[in-house]
């Protein structure tokens, strides 16, 4: 007696085919993605788990559909790491590939190596910070720079 088959395509009311083809719709776009690997393997794994009833007459079945895809590729970027006027560790993208390296904007225009115009960064050279003068007897603190100190 020849065992009676099985209709994948309509298994489970057709479950199992429409979570099939969701599965290849990942994988289609994840090989498409231009952010991937498009040489790495992708997997798609069907897992039906059977579980038979005591008078082994009926089984129930659980269908798990998996795929595996490609992570996206990392993407790498410089900080330039310097220390500002106040002494603090400060961090900003390099942008023109190279400390100190002028380049032109999308915009036609010139800028720093992180991207900020030139005449910004010319007018920033020459401010001259408010800076209180604290007198202690004969020893005068230069250093102290606070907000307060602008307003008395």
Same mark, same amino acid.
């Given at each position: 007696?020849?065992?009676? !088959?099985?209709?994948?395509?309509?298994?489970?009311?057709?479950?199992?085919?429409?979570?099939?083809?969701?599965?290849?719709?990942?994988?289609?776009?994840?090989?498409?993605?231009?952010?991937?690997?498009?040489?790495?393997?992708?997997?798609?794994? +069907?897992?039906?788990?059977?579980?038979?009833?005591?008078?082994?007459?009926?089984?129930?079945?659980?269908?798990?559909?998996?795929?595996?895809?490609?992570?996206?590729?990392?993407?790498? $970027? !410089?900080? +330039?790491?310097?220390?500002?006027?106040?002494?603090?560790?400060?961090?900003?993208?390099?942008?023109?590939?190279?400390?100190?390296?002028?380049?032109? $904007?999308?915009?036609?225009?010139?800028? $720093?190596?992180?991207?900020?115009?030139?005449? =910004?960064?010319?007018?920033?050279?020459?401010?001259?910070?408010?800076?209180?003068? =604290?007198?202690?007897?004969? =020893?005068?603190?230069?250093?102290?720079?606070?907000?307060?100190?602008?307003?008395?």
């Amino acid at each position: 007696m020849s065992q009676p !088959k099985i209709n994948l395509n309509e298994f489970a009311n057709g479950a199992l085919a429409e979570r099939v083809n969701i599965a290849m719709n990942e994988v289609y776009a994840n090989i498409a993605d231009q952010n991937t690997d498009p040489t790495k393997k992708r997997k798609v794994v +069907i897992t039906m788990v059977l579980s038979a009833d005591e008078e082994r007459d009926l089984a129930m079945v659980d269908i798990e559909v998996k795929t595996t895809l490609t992570p996206a590729r990392t993407v790498g $970027s !410089k900080i +330039i790491i310097d220390k500002n006027a106040a002494g603090q560790v400060v961090g900003q993208e390099l942008k023109s590939g190279s400390p100190g390296q002028m380049m032109i $904007s999308q915009d036609g225009e010139i800028v $720093s190596d992180v991207g900020i115009p030139i005449d =910004v960064v010319e007018q920033a050279k020459y401010e001259v910070p408010e800076v209180e003068v =604290v007198q202690d007897g004969n =020893v005068i603190d230069f250093r102290a720079t606070s907000p307060s100190a602008a307003q008395r």
